[in-house]
């Protein structure tokens, strides 16, 4: 059910929305690098790392965690109705993230509640990044606070 505006008594639990992919770059791990101020050389050293673990740099587990949330956002279902992200809960890191890697995000509704002033409620979400090949490479959950129509 795609609609203009979303609410929190648009959501049930079992729904399941998936985005559209996005594509990795050199870059993306070269300006992650740069504004985090994370310049391990597993992300930025590719002639120490092609023998390394990996066989290649690999991207920052936090890029992938924010590329998850920015392709989220692109759903159109959370970005009119979010108040405030709760929480990141058990996030896994389960296989890495390579330039030219093509990533998308599943996110599941696991509950919806409404909070006691009837004004609001939480959203319990499962975000499940994957990779062209269908693997999951990060999972976890995702608390949201949404606003309610009524």
């Not at 949330?69 to 890191?93: K, N």
Request: negative net charge; proline residues 2%; glycine residues 12%.
């Amino acid at each position: 059910m795609m609609q203009s505006s979303w609410a929190f008594e648009d959501f049930a639990a079992g729904q399941v929305f998936e985005s559209q992919g996005r594509t990795i770059t050199e870059t993306d791990l070269v300006l992650f690098a740069g504004w985090s101020w994370d310049a391990n050389p597993v992300h930025t050293d590719a002639v120490a790392q092609s023998d390394g673990r990996f066989g290649g740099r690999i991207a920052h587990g936090l890029l992938g965690m924010s590329v998850a949330m920015g392709l989220a956002s692109r759903l159109g279902v959370f970005e009119g109705c979010s108040v405030a992200l709760l929480g990141v809960d058990e996030w896994r890191f389960h296989a890495p993230i390579r330039p030219g890697d093509t990533v998308r995000v599943r996110v599941e509704i696991l509950e919806a509640r409404r909070t006691s002033s009837g004004a609001t409620g939480v959203l319990d979400r499962r975000f499940t990044l994957l990779d062209q090949d269908d693997r999951v490479v990060q999972e976890g959950r995702i608390g949201l606070l949404v606003s309610a129509r009524s």
